[in-house]
């Protein structure tokens, strides 16, 4: 049986990355393909080395940083043989598809490059998916982001390790107390490492945390899935537009339904255009 890991990766909790280094996450820009991607690439290079040190057949790399843009934000032509991408139009964030097209039964999941929820203190460059407009996106009453709608749309595969800015394991722990989280930098403790520093620690923390994999659990979430997308002062939602989704829809919150967490991110898109900036 292939034994394969599941990894995701977003690039605000990347190494190497803080607050003066802005303009090296935008996609397309001269500090991105300078600088950037080469802080990404090497976190996502330390965890691969792990997994293949520890017996990995197969990496299935979903890349999500700016989905919706076409390149990658590591150099792929870096990567082990081993790793996989999945077919996706552009890397958007289409989850039932990208599901679809790993194992049905792989050995875990890991986070990487991940940074805290909006609203977190002591974060780098934190927000929910897009903040503002918006504020928190909660199912089952869990507020999650970026780290929780990749490990959710992957619900029942062990959740491994969460690499990223130290304000992030906030998310993480409370989506699966079992996970490791493995910190790369930390604004409470003035922590800003270099790539050189971190990478034995993503390796070593990686290698440790698969190697502890009995004990790694995923997230535990049942139906029916509830979801509420919240929005900040200066926005609110078109409360004139007739929805087509088993939910509520006031100025300042939408409430929806779903049979699983992928058809829920869906309805996601549909309930994300109904918002507008106050006048």
Known sequence: MKKQLILIS????ASGIFEI???SLYHGSDEWRTYGKDQMTSDVLAVCEAANEFGIDEIFYYDGHFAGMAEHNVHIEQLPANV????????CFF???IRGQAEQNPIGII???????????NAYFEHTIQSPPIAALLLNDVHIAEIGTSVLSFLGTPYVANIG?????????????TV???SVKSKAESWEPTTAETYPIIKNGVLRALKDLDN??????EPPFKFELKLTADFKFNTEAPISWKGLVTEQNATWEAPDVAIGLELFNYVRELIRRSE
């Not at 977003?10 to 909790?13: P, R």
């Not at 986070?111 to 203190?121: C, K, S």
């Not at 800015?165 to 906030?170: L, R, V």
Request: aromatic content about 6%; hydrophobic content about 25%; overall charge neutral.
């Open 216 to 221: 790694k659990t995923s997230p535990v979430f």
């Open 84 to 91: 996989i991408l999945p077919d996706t139009p552009d890397r």
């Open 180 to 182: 490791t989280h493995i």
């Open 95 to 97: 989850w039932r598809r």
């Open 21 to 23: 280094d802005k303009k």
């Open 165 to 177: 800015c130290a304000a992030s394991e906030k998310e993480a722990k409370e989506l699966c107390p």
């Open 111 to 121: 986070t990487v490059g991940q940074h805290a929820r909006y609203g977190e203190p």
């Open 10 to 13: 977003d690039m605000e909790g």
